[in-house]
């Protein structure tokens, strides 16, 4: 049914809906309530590690799509109460320390992952996860995964824009430009911060635990900084205060490169195990600074919100 | 609980010390702001003004002493042990000095960034930013015209303009205590006027107004009561023509020939 269709292509695709997603929910963060996060690999990775462990290692009495549902949803919690544990450290840190912050709990995540070999298997990685349906060739699931992927990643999208359209989005961005006007304004600035970190990290931990199904493998070389990198890479060049800005910079990025070079470029097949993965991260980091230094806001340009505002009410 | 005598909030300090590098910068042993309508708080530059209105809203933790808050209703609240952003809860409410405004955000927005409510900026309530719009329109539109804000969609631009939106925001959030720092500074002379005639009936309203201003016609036309501050003491408190007839406050602040 689907010959048409590269297997390599699907799991290009469901790499580039991952950092979509990741980088709508970095907006968020960093776009606007200006909190860092160096260590999105750290929350999306945890959600994927939960997630498989619970459902390998843990003999549920019921099958899919419970056991499924269930292991999301835990993967999703754990992943949100790290997000708020971490935003509770790093509140009253500047930029800095928040970077710092965020990249430490990433890379205990990641030696967790590594060392704790009986629970996820280490470096050699653990398997046994599943699709929760079986419609038969696991291109045919992969390709359904994706579908429902998109609609993840579209809700997403959906919300992010929402945000901006209200009372919340507007506490974000007061707290990211002036946290001391907004204090005296009567606004809990660390309890925003708090609730935002929750429910965004809770975000990537579900999208780390899609990414578990897609791949029904755990292994501790998905979760390093590249995941961190190719989000805020993406978002920054499409533009960090914008809604379709991580949507953009990462079709320009990710897109680029894991879908358009990789499948239709008329270039020798051994570039694509050595050049090309060097040449995209090398390309990556250099669009970031071309961008930073001759528009720093990003392709999509800085928040418009006098004419979003008009759009929503009419106060004139 | 005993309410207040004139049926007002008003601020206690008592026994408050400030100091930086060493240099005591506030040193107030026993003062209520709050007990007149309007209060002015005068004194030369560095007499700690400014920094002991900071203190009050607890932006400056103080070194000594105690703030509290005795609300119209007879309640006691020790302000000095509330972090910042629970001033306002308690009807604390300053205007800051040095000029101050979201950068992102229009008149608009900071307005009803103002009003809305923990309700309101839940992750999760869909409708919150039509009603808050709906619940606080007429408030905001009789501010908007009041103080002639033209495109109430634009981020504010000049210094006056964001100063008076300081203020603006400030009146929104309905205060019992109104700390204003230099809230004329910077604005043309009508919309100066427009303050004042804000502030004047707020007193007369039921709000403690304490007016930290350099603009002396504003102090004398507007304040009921003065507090006269020096290097960081009290050095007199009384109404207007006594502080102005002063031989003290002459010498240090007015100068000779001050009519």
Redesign the interface.
Known sequence: MLDWLDAFLISGFFGVLQIIGLGLLVHLQMGLSRVANFGVAGFWGLGLYVFGVLYIKVDWPFGDPFQFLICAFLATVASGLAGLLVAWLIADLDVDGALVGTLGFATVVLILATTQTELTGGATGLGGMRFPYDLGPAKTNEFVWVLITTVLVGAILLYVR??H????G??L??V???E??????????TR?KL??FA?TSALMGLLGAMQGVMFRFLNPATITINITLAALAGLILGGI?RVWGAVVGVLFTVGLFDIVIQFYAPLPQEWFTQAIPVAREAVFGAALVLVLLFRPKGLLGE?K??QL??R??D?? | MTSTEHGRSEIRIRGAKKSFSGRVVVDVDDLVLGDAAVEGLLGPNGAGKTTLMRMIMHSIPLDEGTVTLHKADGSTITLSELPAHQMMSHGVVKSTQVISDFDQLTILDSMLLAVAGSRHESPLRWSAEKELAAEYEDEIRHYLDYFGFTDPNAIAGSAGEKKLLDIVRCLLLKPEVLLLDEPTAGLPEDVTQNVMSVIRDLGEQGTSVVIVEHDLDVIWQLCDEVTFMAEGRVLMKSDPETIRGDSTVVEKYLGAGHG
């Open positions: 929402w945000v359209r209200s009372p919340y507007r506490l961005i007061a990211g430009t002036n001391p006007l907004a204090r005296s304004l009567g606004k809990s600035t925003a609730t935002l429910t205060t928040m919100r006098p505002m008009r929503i009410h106060f004139n």
